[in-house]
């Protein structure tokens, strides 16, 4: 048995592998297509024209699912290990409610592009990254809280080295992305895709950019260091029958009714 076939470690696996797909094809595309320059664009531009907007926006609502049960599986992974401690299961269960705001968030982006609705596009970014960033916290606090004894300190500290990552890349990108829309370096600048190094504002342009890029890879390296986690758990579902039939009325009701018309018939 391979390691991302151990427990339910592939979810955690195919949402990294299908996000990081999700940002390299439509950039290949966008670029193959001369719609953004090949330089670090912002991601959101690599998914603003067709034909990469479709499959950007597609592929990121796959991901978006994707996310929803990872964070859902974690919440009962957790709440298992932890049946009697009421800060944990508090903890818990705003974790599940914050993931679930930032994989909306995602679709949000997905669908609303930002060159055509930009305010909802935005929306949409507060929510995944913003809020993501703070499920990202209460993950790292609740494995914090459940050290030494549900597993060692070496994942606490990875995960607390990729939230302050996370929230130095966003740090960064509102700093950059506030100087650049300023209005200093003139206006419109959300429908600009094409950038002339001699430009003015290209320097926040570009660092604005790179924080995006290292703000999506840091997300994507929290959800690696679940893999370990998932590969100790498995979910199933239990059918409960609450009848032999599926007709709303009692069953001998059925039987007979069956009777009579057998018996009219002949």
Known sequence: MWWFQQ?????????????????????????????????????????????????????????????????????????????????????????????LMSCFGLCVIANFQKCILYYIHVVGACLTFG??????????????????????KDIFWIRLTVLLWCCSSIVSMFVSSVVLYSGLYGTNLVQKLHWDPQEQGYTAHIISTVSEWSL??????????????????????????????????????VTAEQTLLIAGSI
């Open 216 to 253: 999506a890879l840091s997300f994507l390296s929290f959800f690696l260091t679940y893999i370990r986690d998932f590969q100790k758990i498995s979910l199933r579902a239990v059918a409960s029958l609450r009848g032999q039939t599926l007709y709303n009325t009692p069953r001998s009701f």
């Open 7 to 99: 427990g339910l470690s592939v979810l955690p696996v195919a949402l990294v592998v299908w996000s990081a797909a999700t940002f390299v094809f439509s950039y290949i595309t966008a670029i193959i297509l001369h719609h953004v320059d090949p330089l670090v664009p912002y991601i959101s531009d690599t998914g603003t024209i067709p034909p990469e907007r479709c499959l950007f926006g597609i592929m990121l609502n796959i991901s978006a699912f994707l996310g929803m049960a990872t964070m859902y599986v974690r919440y009962k992974q957790v709440y298992a290990l932890n049946p009697e401690k009421p800060k944990i299961i508090k903890l818990n269960k705003i974790g599940l409610t914050l993931g």
């Open 131 to 152: 809020v993501g960033a703070i499920y990202m916290l209460v993950q790292t606090v609740l494995s914090y809280l459940m050290q030494p004894e549900v597993h060692s």
